[in-house]
Structure formats: C-alpha cells, structure tokens
C-alpha cells in the first residue's frame, strides 16, 4: 500500500528553521515525482515545491524561493523541505504528494493521486 508520511513541523519563531520529512513507504520514490504544499486556514492549498524523480529538476512558488530547498533521498526513499527564514506567513498545514509522471504543471494539487496526512508548521514568537 502506497503511503506518504510527513513529520518535522512544530512551533517556530520568527526567522527560524525547520526540515520536514516525507518518508514514502509502499513504493519507490525513484519513481516518482514529489511536491510540498502548504494549506492555511480559510485559503486553498499551495504547491510550494517540486522536485522530479530523479532530483535534478525543481521548482518553487515565489512564495518561498530564496528561503526553502527541496531535497530527496531515494536510497532513505525520504524527501526532504528545509525551510529557512521563516514569517508567521508560512503557517499552514504541510502536505507531501506524489505522482508516477512527469507534467508541465507541478503546482497543482489535483494531478497528485498520493498524499500524506500533513504536518502542521507554526510561526510565532
């Protein structure tokens, strides 16, 4: 059974940082291509980041580029978001997804069929 679990959220401060984890169980991440997004209370899901099974290719939303780094590691069959700098706007539940092919679009969330259960991310002083 194909699962994606996240950990590694937590209460922050300002200007802190954090590195979620999205651990894939199930199947082989040198399959498939992993994206993060983000959900805060009242608004629609986010795609934040993008990386390619291979690793090579990423992306980001302007949101977060300069500040967050996407990273995978298919022999740990882990992805990884290293979040800098964070602001009290980066707050939000964060979610890793998953799909076996590759798209021109990576933001969206309805051409992802995995998720995980999501982790929540808090930054306040």
């Known amino acids: 059974q194909l699962q994606l679990v996240e950990s590694g959220g937590g209460l922050v401060q300002p200007g802190g940082s954090l590195r979620l984890s999205c651990a894939a169980s199930?199947?082989?991440?040198?399959?498939?291509?992993i994206a993060w997004f983000r959900q805060a209370p009242g608004k629609e899901r986010e795609g934040i980041s993008y990386?390619?099974?291979?690793?090579?290719?990423?992306n980001y939303a302007d949101s977060v580029k300069g500040r967050f780094t996407i990273s995978r590691d298919n022999a740990k069959n882990t992805v990884y978001l290293q979040m800098n700098s964070l602001t009290p706007e980066d707050t939000a539940v964060y979610y890793c997804a998953a799909r076996p092919f590759r798209l021109a679009i990576w933001s969206a969330a309805r051409l992802y069929g995995s998720w995980g259960q999501g982790t929540q991310v808090t930054v306040s002083s």
């Open positions: 199930g199947f082989s991440l040198d399959y498939y291509d």
């Open positions: 990386s390619s099974s291979s690793g090579r290719n990423t």
